[in-house]
């Protein structure tokens, strides 16, 4: 029953949801899109592992944009809170181009880049 209850939930964060993180450092918690809209350092989001491994969330999808223009200048690291890997061997991924983004989605273990 969980399942469809998370589908659901997922639908709706993908037509409705972005978390806007202001210039912070920052750990997912059910979200869909992450708009970064401040940087003035190199940041770093994390993607939780509950995010990563929950039952239902196999194809879930997360995207990470640089809305502050500011990437080319501070980096943004996308990471893994455990043991996950992002394309098989690494436990993050950045966004270095100004108006960037990186979109990944999980096979209820890893996560993996798409365009």
Avoid: C
Avoid at 55 to 60: A, N
Avoid at 61 to 70: H, R, W
């Amino acid at each position: 029953m969980s399942s469809w209850r998370e589908a659901i939930r997922q639908w709706f964060a993908m037509m409705f949801g972005r978390t806007a993180v202001s210039d912070a450092v920052y750990t997912t918690a059910g979200d869909y899109r992450v708009a970064i809209t401040a940087l003035t350092a190199p940041r770093t989001i994390t993607i939780s592992t509950r995010d990563i491994t929950q039952v239902g969330t196999k194809g879930r999808e997360f995207v990470f944009n640089d809305e502050s223009g500011a990437a080319g200048t501070h980096t943004i690291t996308i990471a893994t809170e455990a043991s996950e890997k992002i394309d098989g061997s690494a436990s993050s991924a950045t966004i270095t181009t100004n108006y960037g983004s990186l979109r990944l989605y999980t096979n209820g273990v890893d996560l993996f880049t798409t365009e």
